[in-house]
């Protein structure tokens, strides 16, 4: 999917009341884990560290999220 309207994982940004903020920016709130090493290797320096996750209702991305996941259709409760 390359666009996150739908994701469970999207965290949009919200006006003050409560509704979708124009911008149409948020955050994409996975949690993203890195695996262990094995105990015979090791990172030279600092560990890498995953950066940006901002997402847009107004942008698609440029790729397909092997992340996306949409949540369960409420009407079948």
Same mark, same amino acid.
């Given at each position: 999917?390359? #666009? +996150?309207?739908? +994701?469970?994982? &999207?965290?949009?940004?919200? #006006? &003050? &009341?409560?509704?979708?903020h124009?911008?149409?920016?948020?955050? +994409?709130?996975?949690?993203?884990?890195?695996?262990?090493?094995? &105990?015979?290797?090791?990172?030279?320096?600092?560990?890498?560290?995953? +950066?940006?996750?901002?997402i847009?209702?107004?942008?698609?991305?440029?790729?397909?999220?092997?992340?996306?996941?949409?949540?369960?259709?409420?009407?079948?409760?």
């Amino acid at each position: 999917m390359k #666009t +996150c309207l739908k +994701c469970r994982h &999207a965290a949009w940004d919200l #006006t &003050a &009341a409560g509704k979708l903020h124009p911008s149409g920016g948020g955050l +994409c709130r996975y949690p993203w884990k890195m695996p262990q090493l094995p &105990a015979s290797m090791y990172w030279v320096g600092h560990e890498p560290n995953p +950066c940006g996750g901002y997402i847009s209702r107004k942008n698609d991305l440029k790729d397909h999220c092997s992340y996306f996941n949409e949540p369960p259709d409420k009407q079948g409760d």
